[in-house]
């Protein structure tokens, strides 16, 4: 609490949205080959994944925001959950066991999105990785299922990679140092395979990173590569395809689980600092993740008023844990009792097809614009658990970690359990109905076919069966209204719904659904060197699945959560050498209708309680200066508010501000060299409230230099 003041009088109304267009000159710049982009907002640039229509910002009455390449760059973000914590609400971090964790205006886990590249898969994949290969990041607030499909209640994110453009030639590369010995080696090229007169063009490109670091939790380390090579050729002036291919590769060695809570567990959740570092996972544990990404990309110009995008993929996945995962102290905080040897083995694969037609055209003489088309899609994936409640006790300041195999229970190989395989078939519609010069329409139409079948690789008995088969056809859709009051400023009302599969597949239920109000506006000011956003909205989630308080053993789909909250963002050129920016959200987030069981297995109502790991909350605030055409430098502050470790709302995790800073000297036009401190003032903080419960410690204070240059 005591941060908030701070950082209000800092944002005020110039509270900026992330997505702002800045580079790191704050002097317009050209980027993959694009127009140069303004510093600021950039409200007239395209919305992305939030709408198919080829909509701006500005024109799309939705909460958008995109963090680009520049402010990826220029903010320092090592891998594209960081970029996504600079847009507006998001709160996002890595847990082991959850993939990509994100909160987002009152809701986590399945009810956000994580697409690649417009792709929606498994939350699994999306644990974040070196942010070189990506291009930008994409966020929709609020129910978005017409764009994404099934969840998204909460919202989505997007994470776009880099793709090969038309430019001749661009090369680039990047290496840095930092505490804990971390390090980035990247390289891209960008180029022309053809010559100038070809019949066919052809251009490639090729993103390389590989990060290494020993962590700043004792014993962990980690080797990661990324790779992103894509070939765009222009077959004829109206057709052009692009193949992308994209390698993911991480190893991590006793991976970090958290660090236990100190006895007794009430109120404010501490730690022990001095040992905060400790890793109490045993020494050969490990985390591994391979990812193939295959995708081709058709784009074909019919008309002036019609072109289509049918974009062919394959995804293939493998993930290994091993991992001695929970830790707990003893009554006197002695001793740390470990428990809950987990080994398990993730494999997915997903096929598909999404094709898209747009259309322009008038009706009754009002500018339109139509998109339409379908998606088929094949999600399979096989888990294969061992889980062993091996428990022990080690002294927190002298211990040995031990070994994995040496733990009772525990063996070798992996033995699969169930396989899940889930094909979906959709349709979808969007318009856009210009109804005055100032006044648009938009609207949209999806339905699903989803089919679920699940094979059991074990034991059958009679609540777990050999084959299991749901299915669920939804129907979600969005409404908006948008009055362009002045030529530089707007208001914009919406309505959107959402649906969910269940995760419970043992009973039949129905999906459950999202619908959102959202009102907003999207402005320019001081003579277009402010731009600014602003959005209220209330989400409405229904019918998931509880415990039934008449049988603890079963469910039922009788759950309903609720959030409402506001959103601020904004871009300010205070002068021709400072920018400001930043963003502020607010949300009031609750169980309307939640039963579960409690530690004594009695079924208890959590009615009115805010869902776990949720920030009330978040805020972002960056000044960049300009100290000479040669130098350039900035400050950051980063504030979340503390969060329930529990459906019990009895235990909380204390709110954090981290504050950065950064001083870049350009070497030519080319070279620049680059001095960051992140987590300036060394705060222990809890990016990450785990059920044990235990704090999943952020990143202390830590240095970087990096050369970066291009050509």
């Known amino acids: 609490m005591k941060h908030i003041p701070l950082l209000a009088s800092l944002c005020g109304c110039l509270s900026v949205n992330a997505w702002a267009q800045s580079s790191v000159d704050l002097a317009p710049i050209t980027i993959d080959g694009d127009q140069p982009v303004e510093p600021g ?109 099934a969840g998204s209640v909460g919202g989505s994110l997007n994470y776009v990679t880099k793709l090969a453009d038309r430019q001749e030639r661009a090369i680039e590369g990047r290496f840095s140092y930092g505490s804990y010995d971390t390090t980035q080696t990247a390289f891209g090229l960008n180029h022309a395979l053809s010559e100038a007169g070809d019949e066919v063009q052809h251009y490639a490109r090729l993103d390389v990173s590989h990060n290494t670091s020993n962590g700043y939790i004792d014993r962990q380390e980690r080797d990661a ?8 050729s222009d077959l004829t002036p109206n057709l052009s395809h692009t193949l992308a291919l994209e390698y993911q590769d991480e190893h991590e060695d006793s991976p970090y689980w958290g660090t236990p809570v100190l006895n007794p567990k009430a109120g404010e959740l501490k730690i022990d600092k001095h040992n905060r570092f400790n890793n109490y996972n045993v020494e050969d544990g490990r985390y591994e993740q391979r990812t193939i990404w295959v995708r081709s990309i058709l784009d074909y110009r019919i008309n002036d008023s019609t072109s289509l995008r049918n974009t062919l993929y394959h995804l293939d996945s493998q993930r290994d844990y091993r991992n001695l995962e929970t830790y ?49 899609k094949v999600n399979r994936t096989t888990n294969s658990p061992l889980n062993v409640k091996a428990a022990n006790s080690v002294d ?7 070994h994995f195999y040496d733990l009772p229970g525990t063996r070798q190989g992996f033995v699969a359990d169930k396989t899940n ?85 043992t009973q039949d239920f129905d999906v459950s659904t999202g619908k959102q109000w959202e009102v907003g506006s999207k402005f320019d000011y001081l003579d277009g060197r402010g731009s600014a956003t602003l959005a209220a909205y209330r989400i409405e989630r229904k019918d998931f699945a509880v415990t039934d308080p008449q049988d603890p053993t079963l469910s039922i789909p009788v759950g309903q959560q609720t959030s409402k909250g506001i959103e601020v963002a904004s871009s300010l050129r205070v002068t021709p050498k400072l920018l400001l920016e930043g963003n502020f959200a607010w949300v009031d987030a609750q169980y309307d209708e939640f039963t579960e069981k409690n530690a004594a297995g009695v079924v208890v109502s959590r009615k009115g309680n805010t869902p776990t790991n949720v920030p009330d909350r978040v805020g972002n605030l960056w000044l960049t200066y300009d100290l000479a055409p040669q130098w350039q430098t900035g400050v950051d502050a980063r504030y979340v508010a503390s969060v329930y470790a529990d459906t019990a709302n009895t ?21 620049s060299i680059t001095g960051r401190v992140r987590n300036l003032t060394d705060e222990v903080y809890a990016r990450f409230a785990h059920v044990s419960p235990a704090y999943y ?15």
Not at 225 to 232: C, R
Not at 396 to 402: A, F, K, M, S, T
């Open 41 to 149: 907002l950039a409200l007239d640039q395209s919305s992305g994944m939030a709408s198919r229509l080829g909509l701006s910002v500005r024109e799309t009455p939705a909460s958008v925001a995109v963090a680009n390449r520049n402010d990826i760059e220029r903010r320092g973000a090592q891998n594209f959950q960081d970029a996504a914590n600079t847009l507006p609400g998001v709160n996002a971090s890595a847990p082991p066991g959850f993939g990509g964790f994100i909160s987002y205006r009152g809701f986590t886990n399945s009810q956000i999105t994580q697409m690649f590249n417009g792709i929606n898969v498994s939350s699994g994949l999306a644990r974040p990785v070196d942010s070189w290969i990506y291009d930008r990041v994409e966020l929709l607030g609020g129910p978005s299922s017409l764009v994404n499909g």
């Open 225 to 232: 590569w990324s790779m992103a090579f894509s070939l765009l």
């Open 328 to 376: 707990q102290y003893n009554a006197d905080n002695s001793a740390v009792n470990r428990s809950t040897a987990y080994q398990v083995r993730h494999q997915g694969e997903q096929n598909g097809n999404q094709f898209e037609l747009r259309h322009d055209t008038s009706i009754f003489g009002l500018d339109s614009t139509w998109s339409g088309g379908f998606e088929y």
């Open 396 to 402: 927190p300041n002298d211990y040995q970690p031990g």
């Open 421 to 505: 395989e889930v094909t979906t078939k959709a349709l979808f519609v969007e318009n856009r109905l210009a109804l005055t010069d100032q006044l648009a329409l938009l609207t949209g139409l999806r339905y699903d076919d989803i089919d679920l079948d699940v094979t059991n690789h074990r034991v059958v008995t009679a609540s777990n069966p050999r084959h299991l088969k749901r299915s669920w056809e939804p129907v979600t859709g969005r409404v908006g209204l948008s009055y362009q009051f002045l030529p530089s400023a707007n208001v914009y009302v919406q309505y959107s719904t959402a649906a969910e599969q269940p995760n419970n597949s």
């Open 651 to 671: 235990l909380t995790v204390p709110s954090y501000t981290l504050y950065g800073t950064f001083l870049t000297y350009k070497l030519d036009n080319h070279t």
């Open 697 to 711: 410690l952020g990143t202390p204070r830590t240095f970087e230099l990096a050369v970066q240059s291009r050509f």
